[in-house]
């Protein structure tokens, strides 16, 4: 995705808010604002925002699984399943 189409200075932003937020509903793209022509913000929709957050969890969650992985803290399969099926027998 190009940002470079979605740049907005921030008078931009406060003259046109209503029609900026209908824009970022509708086009699920994020928008930079611009202050004195260095970018200083990006806005997002919240739904792209909730989806991205959900995206970063499970990334966050496979580095994790990486980590133990490389750390040696893993069990084969097998073994794992025997346990469990020994813990549900014995009840």
């Keep these: 995705m190009r940002y470079s189409s979605q740049v907005k200075p921030i008078s931009y932003l406060k003259a046109n808010a209503a029609e900026v937020l209908a824009q970022l509903i509708e086009r699920r793209e994020p ?4 202050q004195n ?12 925002f909730e989806e991205t957050q959900e995206t970063l969890a499970l990334l966050k969650i496979l580095a994790l699984g990486n980590a133990e992985i490389e750390a040696g803290k893993v069990k084969p399969v097998a073994k794992v399943v025997t346990r469990l099926r ?3 027998a014995a009840k």
């Design 31 to 34: 928008l930079v604002i611009t």
């Design 37 to 48: 022509g260095e970018a200083k913000a990006v806005i997002q929709d919240i739904a792209s």
């Design 86 to 88: 020994a813990k549900r």
